[in-house]
T-cell receptor, first 116, second 115 residues
Framework: DADVTQTPRNRITKTGKRIMLECSQT?????MYWYRQDPGLGLRLIYY???????NKGEISDGYSVSRQAQAKFSLSLESAIPNQTALYFC???????????????FGPGTRLTVL | DAKTTQPPSMDCAEGRAANLPCNHS???????VYWYRQIHSQGPQYIIH???NNETNEMASLIITEDRKSSTLILPHATLRDTAVYYC????????????????FGEGTQLTVNP
C-alpha cells in the first residue's frame, strides 16, 4: 500500500466551484506539504505544515487554503476555482529534523485538476 | 537558497553511465545539494544528497567539486526506467524544529535513456 495517498486522482470542475483535495499518509511524519506543477515547470510550494497546530504559506498560497485535520491528513481547498489553477497537485511528507531521513520528502501520486 | 542551473535535456544509451551536471556557483557553506527525479507525471523521488564529500547509494553517486560550485549526479548503468526529469536542489540544513524544510524545484534536466 502507498505511504502517501491523494484523492481524487483526477478532477474536472467549473470556474467558481469549491474543490477539496485530500492527502493521507501512513509514514507517521509530522511535516506535510502541498505543491503544484504546471506543464514544463518544476514544483511550486503552496502551503506546508510542521504539525497539526502549524500552517505556513508557501510561494503561491493566494487562492488556496489548507486544513491539517490530524497528523496523517492534510487537505487543500480551492474556495472558488479559476482556470489558471489547472495543474498537477502533489502532496508530500517529511520527518522532523531529528529523524535520520529528515532530508527526504516523500511524494504522493498527484491529483490532476482541470478547471473549465 | 542558492540558485541552480541544469541543462534542459540529455540523452544516454541504455547500460552506459549517465552524468547529469548542476551548477550552483552561489552555494553557501551550510547548504546541501539534493537530487530528486520525477518520472512522467508521478511524484518526485529522492535520490541522494551531499554537503562536500562525494556520496554513493544504491541509486546513484554524487560528485561535488572541491569549491562546491558544481556537482554531477552519476547513474552508473542507466536503464530505460531511469528516463525522467532530474532536479538539482540546493538547500540549507534545517537547524531547529521550527526551521523550514522546503524544497525549491527548478526546471530540471530531462534525461532520456535510449535502447
Amino acid at each position: 500500500d502507498a505511504d502517501v495517498t491523494q484523492t481524487p486522482r483526477n478532477r474536472i470542475t467549473k470556474t467558481g466551484k469549491r474543490i477539496m483535495l485530500e492527502c493521507s499518509q501512513t509514514k507517521g511524519h509530522d511535516r506535510m506539504y502541498w505543491y503544484r506543477q504546471d506543464p514544463g515547470l518544476g514544483l511550486r510550494l503552496i502551503y506546508y505544515s510542521f504539525d497539526v497546530k502549524d500552517i505556513n504559506k508557501g510561494e503561491i498560497s493566494d487562492g488556496y487554503s489548507v486544513s491539517r485535520q490530524a497528523q496523517a491528513k492534510f487537505s487543500l481547498s480551492l474556495e472558488s476555482a479559476i482556470p489558471n489553477q489547472t495543474a498537477l497537485y502533489f502532496c508530500a511528507t517529511s520527518p522532523n529534523w531529528r529523524d535520520q531521513s529528515y532530508n527526504e520528502q516523500f511524494f504522493g501520486p498527484g491529483t490532476r485538476l482541470t478547471v473549465l | 537558497d542558492a540558485k541552480t542551473t541544469q541543462p534542459p535535456s540529455m540523452d544516454c544509451a541504455e547500460g552506459r553511465a549517465a552524468n547529469l551536471p548542476c551548477n550552483h556557483s552561489t552555494i553557501s557553506g551550510n547548504e546541501y545539494v539534493y537530487w530528486y527525479r520525477q518520472i512522467h507525471s508521478q511524484g518526485p523521488q529522492y535520490i541522494i544528497h551531499g554537503l562536500k564529500n562525494n556520496e554513493t547509494n544504491e541509486m546513484a553517486s554524487l560528485i561535488i567539486t572541491e569549491d562546491r560550485k558544481s556537482s554531477t549526479l552519476i547513474l552508473p548503468h542507466a536503464t530505460l526506467r531511469d528516463t525522467a526529469v532530474y532536479y538539482c536542489i540546493v538547500r540549507a540544513r534545517p537547524l531547529a524544529e521550527t526551521s523550514g524544510s522546503r524544497l525549491t524545484f527548478g526546471e530540471g534536466t530531462q534525461l532520456t535513456v535510449n535502447p
